[in-house]
């Protein structure tokens, strides 16, 4: 089902039904094997990546996290180097910076993909809570 009010566009349907796919198709994720995803008649692959994804807002419904720092889990959606100071007004914004800062390595804290060395560091650190 969509649909579009004021600019906005609400994608919603059952569970498996293709939206997470629909959009990482419109997002570049990756290209389609066979065929063309076209915007107003443009094929999708005409525009600049960089433009396109600042065109859309995605409010996934699992989080996805990189097997990387912290800190680059943060950056990864900024268009060039992130300063500390970005990343930290970052998650000063997201209510994460006093969680982040109370970990032992900080914004240099591994959390592997999907968030399992987080996961195991909360079993091991019950004092986070």
């Known amino acids: 089902m969509i649909k579009y ?4 566009l609400l994608w919603f349907g059952e569970s498996g039904s293709g939206k997470s796919t629909v959009v990482q198709l419109l997002q570049r994720f990756y290209d389609p094997d ?3 995803i ?4 443009i094929e999708i692959r ?3 990546l960089k433009w396109l994804r600042q065109q859309m807002g995605l409010v996934s419904q699992e989080p996805v996290l990189f097997n990387d720092m912290i800190r680059a889990n943060i950056a990864y959606g900024k ?13 000063e914004q997201a209510n994460a ?8 390595q900080g914004y240099d804290t591994m959390v592997g993909e999907r968030g399992r060395c ?3 560091l909360y079993l091991c650190n019950f004092s986070l809570w």
């Not at 009010?5 to 906005?8: E, L, Y």
């Not at 076209?38 to 008649?41: M, N």
């Not at 268009?79 to 998650?91: L, N, V």
């Open 118 to 120: 987080l996961c195991k």
């Open 97 to 104: 910076h006093k969680f982040v800062s109370g970990l032992g």
């Open 38 to 41: 076209t915007l107003d008649g």
């Open 79 to 91: 268009d060039g180097d992130a300063s500390k100071a970005e990343i930290i007004a970052a998650a």
């Open 34 to 36: 066979s065929g063309e």
């Open 46 to 48: 005409r525009f600049q």
């Open 5 to 8: 009010f004021f600019r906005r």
